[in-house]
T-cell receptor
Framework: DQQVKQNSPSLSVQEGRISILNCDYT??????FLWYKKYPAEGPTFLIS?????DKNEDGRFTVFLNKSAKHLSLHIVPSQPGDSAVYFC?????????FGGGTRLMVKP | GAGVSQSPSNKVTEKGKDVELRCDPI?????LYWYRQSLGQGLEFLIY????????KSGLPSDRFSAERTGGSVSTLTIQRTQQEDSAVYLC??????????????FGDGTRLSIL
């Protein structure tokens, strides 16, 4: 039973537009969330995180929004760039492990 | 190097053989994690170390899997009597200790394991 779900396996966006990547979770005890980006043949790279005491965290072009009542978080990338094309994973804790979603492949078209 | 180093980068072996995968974490990182990613799947947590201790081994898929860490640094993941379903990319990550799970994890590039 997946506790963290990314229901869109892929997303295609035009360069310069906004990319919105979504993630849903089922465990209300999760109190910290992270987004990772993964290029082919490389390990995931940490992007941005958010604590459950916040509803928004921003870092440059990347903003993560958390809606605890809906158990939903999203990653916004504005403006999207071709170099953003990668697989994006959301992840959640606590527990004694980091639980990852299945990933969303983002393709940003020039 | 400055990042997490994993070796080998690729490993092809016959079913039934044992394999050993190595992870060199970032210097000073006391927490170390193993994950695997099977084809078309997300990241599956296997085990983590705080120092040389592994508080939770429940993520290991079977008793054919074991891991150890010595000197608070290098870790090895051993798979005995490999099966075809063990084929995956095995990823290692490390982070600063303390509240390890709340620290961003830094990943290596993984070992791609193929069982023939």
């Amino acid at each position: 039973d997946q506790q963290v779900k990314q229901n869109s396996p892929s997303l295609s966006v035009q360069e310069g537009r906004i990319s919105i990547l979504n993630c849903d979770y089922t465990n209300s005890m999760f109190d910290y969330f992270l987004w990772y980006k993964k290029y082919p043949a490389e390990g995931p790279t940490f992007l941005i995180s958010i604590s459950s005491i916040k509803d928004k965290n921003e870092d440059g072009r990347f903003t993560v929004f958390l809606n605890k009542s809906a158990k939903h978080l999203s990653l916004h990338i504005v403006p999207s760039q071709p170099g953003d094309s990668a697989v994006y994973f959301c992840a959640a804790i606590p527990g004694n492990m980091l639980t990852f979603g299945g990933g969303t492949r983002l393709m940003v078209k020039p | 190097g400055a990042g997490v180093s994993q070796s080998p980068s690729n490993k092809v072996t016959e079913k039934g053989k044992d394999v050993e995968l190595r992870c060199d974490p970032i210097s000073g990182h006391t927490a170390l994690y193993w994950y695997r990613q099977s084809l078309g799947q997300g990241l599956e947590f296997l085990i983590y170390f705080q120092g040389n201790s592994a508080p939770d081994k429940s993520g290991l898929p079977s008793d054919r899997f074991s891991a150890e860490r010595t000197g608070g640094s290098v870790s090895t993941l051993t798979i005995q009597r490999t099966q075809q379903e063990d084929s995956a990319v095995y990823l290692c990550a490390s982070s600063l200790g303390g509240q390890g799970w709340y620290q961003p994890q830094h990943f290596g590039d993984g070992t791609r394991l193929s069982i023939l």
